[in-house]
C-alpha cells in the first residue's frame, strides 16, 4: 500500500478518536456488556490488463457500531476498480470477557466489478484478532492475488472503546 494511503487512514483514524465522545452514538440502555468498535481503514487494488494501463483504485472506508452480541456481524461491503477487480470485506465482532472483543472476518478478491452474485471469488484470507479495551489494533491483509494478476490488499485500524 502506498504511504500515502497509510497516512490518510491514520490521520483519518486519529481524528475519528479526538472526536468520538462528541459525535458517538449512545449505547443500549441496559446492563448487559457492549462495547464501541470502530474501524477505519484502507483498500489499494490492482487490474491487470492483458493490454492497456494496469490500473490501481485506493478507497478509503470507516465504520462504528456497538457490539452487543457474539458473533455479532458489523461490516458486509466491498469496493470495485475498473468493473473488473471487487474486493469485500466480511467482519464479525465476539464479546469477550474483561471488555476484550475478537475481531474477525474475511476479505474475498473477486472478479467482476459489483459484489454481484456472478462475481466470482478468486482469492480470500481470514483475519483473527482480539482486542483488549480502550486499545486499537492494525489487521493487514497482505496481498491477495490469482493467476488473473488481479490483486488487492487491505488494512484495517480497530478500536475496541467503551459504548
Not at 474501524?39 to 494496469?54: A, E, K, M, P
Not at 473488473?84 to 472476518?105: C, F, K, N, P, W
Request: aromatic content about 8%; glycine content about 12%.
Amino acid at each position: 500500500m502506498r504511504k500515502t494511503t497509510a497516512r490518510k487512514v491514520t490521520a483519518m483514524f486519529a481524528a475519528l478518536m479526538a472526536s468520538v465522545g462528541v459525535v458517538g452514538v449512545a449505547g443500549p440502555a441496559s446492563a448487559e456488556p457492549s462495547r464501541r468498535v470502530i474501524v477505519s481503514g484502507s483498500i489499494h487494488q490492482l487490474d491487470d490488463d492483458t493490454f492497456g494501463r494496469n490500473p490501481t483504485c485506493d478507497h478509503l472506508f470507516f465504520d462504528n457500531d456497538i457490539v452487543t452480541t457474539s458473533q455479532q456481524l458489523i461490516y458486509d461491503d466491498g469496493k470495485g476498480c475498473e468493473e473488473e477487480v471487487y474486493t469485500q470485506i466480511i467482519a464479525y465482532a465476539d464479546l469477550m470477557s474483561g471488555g476484550a472483543i475478537r475481531y474477525h472476518g474475511t476479505v474475498i478478491l473477486r472478479e467482476g466489478g459489483c459484489g454481484c452474485p456472478g462475481d466470482q471469488a478468486r482469492a480470500s484470507k481470514g483475519f483473527n484478532q482480539v482486542i483488549l479495551p480502550d486499545t486499537n489494533a492494525r489487521i493487514d491483509s497482505g496481498y491477495l492475488t490469482w493467476s488473473g494478476g488481479d490483486a488487492t490488499s487491505v488494512v484495517l485500524q480497530v478500536y475496541n472503546g467503551n459504548p
